[in-house]
């Protein structure tokens, strides 16, 4: 069985120099020294739960460089490169591009015209890949993505602009098994959830709001920013290890755990091959 395999980025470059989701205030800024030190935990838990872990440079004038989580979707040894919508993070591509392909991957676009936002937005559950649209990525860019890697896309709307990537309010589990928060998505997208997997946790909204579902899952470790009580004592309850880690600096960017990280063995292989 295969190490799990993590990007992540230091965050030497990381703050607040714009304001692209409802999360970020440039006059809300990141104390540099502390979300040195949340991000350096972080890696530290996920080290300890056996992953292996490695680092794509930081980059000058890219302070979202951190969250590796968008960079693209990765499949065996394909990845599908982001297309970001915003301008400020187009700017990441090729420096994970430039990854990417010094460590063999075989690096795809996105579907001409289409925004997409990587494993932000495209979270293996099983064999199916679920798909959030609207804030970032867009639906017919997705289901020509599931053409392209040859899988099953299940599109679901995200009507909530706090989560506006699917990772903040959906995290698999296992293949069978995942958490959402049922009000990020229209009744349509619930339905398709809850006919499709047969294990759904609903998370508190207070939780989601500290970030419960970016969880970053290895094994039967789940790391999750502090202040989601509730979820914990359920995934203890299921079977598995929860772990907190307070990530405040990088909840003023909208983002946390699972957000600093991309899972290089494949979103698919998450949560369950450990
Ligand atoms: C869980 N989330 C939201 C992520 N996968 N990424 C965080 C991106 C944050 C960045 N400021 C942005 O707005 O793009």
């Known amino acids: 069985m295969n190490k799990p395999h993590i990007l992540m980025c230091p965050p030497v470059h990381y703050g607040i120099e714009y304001e692209i989701n409802p999360w970020m205030s440039t006059e809300r800024q990141a104390d540099h020294g502390l979300a040195?030190?949340?991000?350096?935990?972080l890696r530290q838990i996920l080290l300890d739960a056996g992953a292996m872990i490695?680092?794509?440079?930081?980059?000058?004038?890219l302070p979202d460089l951190v969250f590796?989580?968008?960079s693209a979707i990765v499949f065996g040894k394909r990845a599908v490169l982001a297309r970001f919508k915003h301008e400020?993070?187009?700017?990441?591509?090729?420096h994970f591009r430039r990854w990417l392909e010094a460590h063999s991957w075989q690096v795809d676009e996105p579907p001409a015209d289409f925004s997409f936002e990587g494993a932000g937005d495209a979270l293996f559950c099983g064999d199916t890949l679920y798909a959030g649209y609207r804030q970032r990525s867009d639906a017919s860019g997705h289901q020509q993505i599931g053409e392209?890697?040859?899988?099953?896309?299940?599109?679901?709307?995200?009507?909530?602009p706090?989560?506006?990537?699917?990772?903040?309010?959906?995290?698999?589990?296992?293949?069978?098994?995942a958490i959402y928060l049922p009000a990020a998505f229209d009744d349509y997208g619930q339905r398709v959830l809850a006919e499709s997997i047969p294990k759904l946790h609903s998370v508190e909204e207070d939780e989601a709001k500290s970030f419960a579902c970016n969880a970053v899952v290895v094994g039967k470790t789940v790391v999750t920013n502090i202040g989601c009580?509730?979820?914990?004592?359920?995934?203890?309850?299921i079977g598995f290890d929860p772990i907190e880690t307070p990530l405040s600096e990088f909840v003023k960017a909208g983002g946390s755990a699972k957000c600093l990280t991309l899972r290089l063995d494949g979103e698919e292989a998450a949560g369950w091959k450990g």
């Open 54 to 61: 490695s680092d794509v440079q930081p980059v000058a004038g």
């Open 148 to 160: 392209m890697l040859g899988v099953r896309v299940l599109p679901l709307e995200l009507v909530d």
């Open 162 to 177: 706090y989560y506006y990537h699917l990772d903040t309010c959906f995290c698999p589990l296992a293949p069978d098994e």
């Open 88 to 94: 400020q993070r187009q700017g990441e591509e090729p």
């Open 229 to 237: 009580p509730e979820l914990h004592a359920m995934l203890r309850s």
């Open 68 to 70: 590796t989580a968008n």
């Open 36 to 41: 040195n030190h949340q991000w350096q935990a």
